[in-house]
């Protein structure tokens, strides 16, 4: 996938002052009139864009506006700065993503199986929105207003369904019980962004199967519940019982 992406194509109002002699400027064609809810959506799909084509700080609120098909002051009455409309943008990112990630573990059993879905979905999503992560690694997230904000909250929420999975494994004694599933969620999602940092920067490419399973294989490995001699001992037993009713039903 290109680091810079492809901007959505998007239908421009036709040049009316083509084969004219007067020398007047174009003459806009009038945007069609939609709800409010299909308005704000149409900006949001023109910002998203525009923001990965460009950046935050080169982004023009005009060149959205023409996008949609209305004049800069409509995208005001919508959102009061570029900013909002930049945090709107990766609020409406995030709420796709919710939806996506409860329907695939819905599929999934066992805890190591879904750990690994979510450490392979989120290096996907890496991968295939470099310009949002940027957006939102590089430019919102190292805003002061960032832990006070929805979009702060929505992260908390993204990232809860590693550490509700980390629970769950506990809880079904495949995990160790002394572990800190918030510890293990900054390891998992600090390390990701660490590591990817060079691709995000446009250089080289992302495996995201390689390194899912690597993360997942050294995670897993480190927090499956230890055998203890206890454990041992029981573990003989039971085989023990086993064998016994083998060899009776044999006999």
């Given at each position: 996938?290109?680091?810079?992406?492809?901007?959505?194509?998007?239908?421009?109002?036709?040049?009316?002052?083509?084969?004219?002699?007067?020398?007047?400027?174009?003459?806009?064609?009038?945007?069609?009139?939609?709800?409010?809810?299909?308005?704000?959506?149409?900006?949001?799909?023109?910002?998203?864009?525009?923001?990965?084509?460009?950046?935050?700080?080169?982004?023009?609120?005009?060149?959205?506006?023409?996008?949609?098909?209305v004049?800069?002051?409509?995208?005001?009455?919508?959102?009061?700065?570029?900013?909002?409309?930049?945090?709107?943008?990766?609020?409406?990112?995030?709420?796709?993503?919710?939806?996506?990630?409860?329907?695939?573990l819905?599929?999934?059993?066992?805890s190591?199986?879904?750990?690994?879905?979510?450490?392979?979905?989120?290096?996907?999503?890496?991968?295939?929105?470099?310009?949002?992560?940027?957006?939102?690694?590089?430019e919102?997230?190292?805003?002061?207003?960032?832990?006070?904000?929805?979009?702060y909250?929505?992260?908390?929420?993204?990232?809860?369904?590693?550490t509700?999975?980390?629970?769950?494994?506990?809880?079904?004694g495949?995990?160790?019980?002394?572990?800190?599933?918030?510890?293990?969620?900054?390891?998992?999602?600090?390390?990701?962004?660490?590591?990817?940092?060079?691709?995000?920067?446009?250089?080289?490419?992302?495996?995201?199967?390689?390194?899912?399973?690597?993360?997942?294989?050294?995670?897993?490995?480190?927090?499956?519940?230890?055998?203890?001699?206890?454990?041992?001992?029981?573990?003989?037993?039971?085989?023990?019982a086993?064998?016994?009713?083998?060899?009776?039903?044999?006999?």
């Amino acid at each position: 996938m290109s680091r810079i992406g492809t901007r959505r194509q998007t239908r421009r109002p036709a040049d009316r002052s083509a084969g004219r002699s007067d020398g007047r400027a174009p003459v806009r064609e009038p945007a069609p009139r939609v709800g409010r809810e299909q308005r704000v959506l149409d900006i949001l799909q023109a910002a998203r864009a525009e923001f990965c084509a460009k950046g935050y700080e080169q982004a023009l609120v005009s060149e959205i506006a023409a996008q949609v098909g209305v004049v800069e002051g409509t995208v005001y009455k919508y959102f009061a700065t570029k900013r909002e409309l930049l945090l709107k943008v990766l609020e409406h990112w995030y709420e796709e993503m919710f939806g996506d990630y409860a329907r695939d573990l819905a599929g999934v059993e066992g805890s190591r199986q879904r750990l690994q879905l979510l450490i392979w979905r989120h290096l996907r999503t890496v991968r295939d929105y470099p310009q949002l992560c940027q957006l939102m690694f590089f430019e919102f997230r190292a805003d002061r207003a960032y832990r006070g904000s929805e979009l702060y909250a929505m992260n908390r929420r993204y990232t809860r369904f590693l550490t509700d999975v980390i629970e769950e494994g506990i809880a079904a004694g495949e995990f160790r019980d002394d572990l800190e599933p918030a510890l293990l969620r900054d390891l998992v999602y600090g390390g990701i962004e660490h590591h990817a940092a060079r691709y995000l920067g446009g250089e080289g490419e992302l495996d995201i199967d390689r390194i899912a399973r690597s993360i997942a294989d050294v995670l897993c490995d480190g927090i499956v519940r230890r055998r203890t001699s206890e454990t041992l001992r029981m573990e003989a037993q039971r085989l023990i019982a086993l064998a016994e009713q083998i060899d009776k039903k044999s006999s």
